[in-house]
């Protein structure tokens, strides 16, 4: 089988998941993370504590099927939440990466032009890439450590009427953001241009200088895709959802009947407790967030010659120029393999970034503080060794 020739929209061509290959490699062999996406994990007392139920509450389940669309009171309770009650527009799904998957596959059709903002997470772009799709970068403008969308040259590039547009803001690696007028100028480019806008709002909830943005969901070729992962610090649940018009949701539920049917009733009882109580589950991880962005500030400051940070408007992540680094992954896997601190090459997002790290503040004060200095440590040694060993 390993011969066979392969059609150029077979499952084996997709390329292989960068970011997702190095935290297979680190993520679980460190004791320092400040390199992850999302905000501190929450444990279960916590989590109980900030939604105010007990897990008696489970005694009367039944370990029965869930529904293909998801369960009717977690869609309920999204729908409170982001569509003024409308359910018939939501789909729950596991994580935001099924539903990536399920889009990409059936809103897209081979030689279809997507345009994707860059750099971005893999799954966003290199899934459309697999089944023959022509991907358009949309870079972010990068400049003396000042990071912004660069909508004009969006709106150039939207002239040949792409099939879809990706998105993410607050963006993941950069945290950085738009305005409330420039995401109406964003979906008036998509709508000129006919195209699926897709709205991924891992990270929405989580901003710090401005409110955040609302769901595009006014625009009728809208696809937004959300998570408990990140702002919430519930990754180990799996639970995402997935916001689409409902003859497109149809599609995605008969191709989801090959792929894993439903998501667990006992995860889906956990997700309806968080959306139901999610202002105060995401104001209290903006407080704890807020705080690490202001020690990674100091950080960044006191080594001008070392790093230039570009401060994130939301989420967890930043880029971080590494300066005078010639080959920023081994310093990546050197602070990994000798001090056991988790951190991101950019190469992990485009070759085009590997001078750049992500680097996660949304972890424990103690694990961000000693992770900084033990980075710290090795670009000092680096520079006082001629460029590494």
């Known amino acids: 089988m390993g011969d066979r020739k392969r059609d150029g929209n077979s499952y084996m061509d997709l390329k292989i998941a960068k970011l997702e290959a190095w935290m297979r490699d680190y993520y679980h062999n460190v004791d320092h993370d ?24 489970l005694d009367t389940m039944m370990f029965h099927d869930s529904e293909s669309y998801g369960g009717s009171r977690l869609r309920a309770a999204l729908a409170d939440r982001w569509t003024d009650g409308d359910v018939d527009r939501l789909m729950v799904t ?3 990466s099924e539903a990536i998957y399920l889009v990409m596959h059936l809103a897209l059709e081979p030689g279809d032009e997507v345009i994707v903002v860059d750099p971005a997470y893999q799954q966003l772009h290199d899934i459309a890439a697999a089944r023959g799709c022509r991907v358009t970068r949309w870079p972010l403008d990068v400049h003396d450590g000042r990071i912004a969308a660069n ?11 792409p099939r879809m547009i990706v998105v993410n803001f607050p ?8 305005t409330a007028a420039e995401q109406k100028e964003l979906i008036g480019i998509a ?8 709205w991924d709002h891992a990270f929405g909830e989580l901003t710090y200088a401005a409110e955040p943005l609302p769901l595009p969901s006014a625009y009728d070729r809208c696809i937004a895709f959300g998570t408990f992962s990140k702002s919430y610090g519930l990754a180990g649940l799996r639970v995402g959802w997935c916001l689409a018009p409902p003859e497109l949701l149809a599609r995605m539920a008969l191709m989801r009947d090959y792929i894993a049917l439903y ?27 807020a705080a690490n962005l202001d020690l990674l500030r100091h950080w960044a400051d006191d080594l001008p010659g070392l790093v230039r940070l570009a401060a994130p408007d939301g989420g ?6 590494l300066l005078d680094q010639p080959d920023v992954e081994r310093t990546c896997r050197r602070l990994a393999e000798q001090h056991r ?8 997002f485009g070759d085009a970034y590997r001078d750049y790290v992500r680097l996660g503040f949304g972890g424990t004060n103690a694990e961000l503080t000693t992770g900084l200095s033990l980075l710290e440590r090795v670009l000092k040694e680096d520079v006082k060794g001629g460029g590494g060993r």
Do not use: K, Y
């Not at 400040?34 to 509450?57: K, N, P, Q, T």
């Open 34 to 57: 400040i390199g992850s996406s999302g905000v501190r994990d929450l444990s279960m007392a916590e989590f109980r504590e900030l939604c105010g139920f007990d897990l008696a509450e």
């Open 316 to 321: 967890v992540t930043t880029f971080v120029e």
């Open 191 to 198: 709508a000129e241009a006919g195209a699926w806008l897709v």
């Open 263 to 289: 998501v667990s009733p006992v995860l889906e009882f956990f997700a309806e407790q968080a959306v139901r109580h999610a202002d105060r589950i995401v104001a209290h991880q903006r407080a704890h967030a």
């Open 341 to 348: 601190v988790l951190l991101v090459p950019g190469d992990c």
């Open 171 to 178: 963006h993941n690696p950069t945290g950085v953001s738009i």
């Open 151 to 161: 909508l004009p040259l969006l709106r150039e590039l939207a002239a040949t009427r």
């Open 94 to 96: 596991h994580g935001s």
